[in-house]
């Protein structure tokens, strides 16, 4: 079987276009939100500021400490499931004839073979690995700069390091965000074993559940709630 663009019809080749534009269009703005309605992944970086202000006068620092490393558990928790689905997602193209057979027996179906319609779901899932494994890092940077936090406020150095460690903690957060919505999108992917216009729907619902958790969910209420 040989794997070429050529073997994928126009609508497929469409569809998939759609996956991916979405993908960065979600990415794009769920980082650039507009002012007047920020997402809850702009609103945590003022949070994560504030925890590494807090962190100067925090005594003792074991909260933090255990904080800090929860998030490297998380990052690296989902590191080891992307690495996991991806030998899946191999070992079903080594054995695709099986899923053909199960595909071409569901309504919709049809277009490329399986091993094929399984590229973009490993590409997404690749590149959620490598966002994890980057923020595991980031974070582990962090814990570092966090450590470097002198004991007492009024050294002129406490202050400047937290920020430091406030900016790396953010863009730790924002690589695992990323790797989170490679993962939607990666499940969204799968929607192609069904066909163009299944690929259509589970770009559709992904990229739905990704604004609504970012712009209309309850935690974002939440994290906007003032003080009476």
Wanted: charged share 15%; glycine share 8%.
């Amino acid at each position: 079987m040989t794997l070429t663009l050529a073997a994928i019809p126009l609508i497929d080749l469409i569809m998939l276009g759609v996956l991916i534009l979405a993908w960065l269009i979600a990415g794009w703005v769920c980082e650039h939100p507009p002012s007047a309605t920020p997402s809850v992944s702009k609103l945590m970086e003022h949070y994560r500021r504030d925890w590494m202000q807090t962190f100067v006068t925090r005594q003792p620092r074991i909260f933090d400490a255990t904080l800090i490393d929860s998030l490297r558990q998380g990052t690296a928790f989902f590191a080891s499931a992307s690495m996991i689905a991806i030998g899946g997602g191999v070992a079903m193209i080594g054995n695709a004839a099986a899923v053909q057979r199960l595909t071409d027996e569901l309504p919709f179906s049809g277009g490329p073979e399986v091993a094929l319609k399984m590229l973009p779901v490993i590409g997404f899932l690749a590149d959620a690995l490598l966002k994890f494994v980057w923020a595991h890092r980031l974070f582990g940077y962090c814990s570092i700069l966090m450590a470097a936090v002198p004991n007492d406020p009024e050294d002129p150095l406490a202050f400047h390091r937290a920020g430091q460690a406030a900016e790396i903690n953010i863009t730790a957060a924002r690589s695992f965000n990323r790797g989170l919505r490679s993962i939607y999108y990666a499940l969204a992917a799968l929607g192609w074993l069904l066909g163009p216009w299944g690929l259509l729907a589970g770009t559709v619902l992904a990229t739905g559940i990704l604004f609504r958790r970012e712009f209309a969910s309850v935690s974002r209420q939440v994290i906007l709630r003032r003080l009476p």
